[in-house]
């Protein structure tokens, strides 16, 4: 699945496009989480992060373990140091109005069996 396809299937508002290529990049997978120290402790290179966390930490994490992008679920406003500090790492920033579970099933069903 690309990160174009992971946005369409989230409804999400693209706010930092990332890169050049990015949203046609394929995904290696998915991870949810609100825990950052999860990220660190796995191979998530390649992966798109869902979380409910908006802050810039999860920009910096994403960028340290090489996720191309993040989504932020639950339509929380995004704060202008998260959106700045995405622009800068070249870190693919959206955000949806799924609750995280929602956000799963249907990551989930587009990314097919």
Request: hydrophobic residues 50%; charged residues 15%; aromatic residues 2%.
């Amino acid at each position: 699945m690309t990160l174009e396809q992971a946005a369409r299937a989230l409804s999400a508002e693209w706010v930092h496009p990332g890169p050049a290529g990015a949203a046609t990049r394929s995904l290696r997978g998915v991870v949810a989480t609100d825990l950052m120290s999860d990220l660190l402790v796995a191979d998530r290179h390649g992966h798109l992060v869902l979380t409910s966390l908006a802050s810039d930490q999860v920009i910096r994490t994403a960028d340290i373990v090489g996720a191309p992008a993040v989504v932020v679920v639950n339509g929380k406003p995004l704060p202008a140091g998260m959106v700045d500090l995405a622009r800068e790492l070249g870190v693919a920033l959206l955000r949806s109005t799924l609750p995280m579970y929602e956000a799963c099933v249907a990551v989930a069903r587009a990314a097919g069996p």
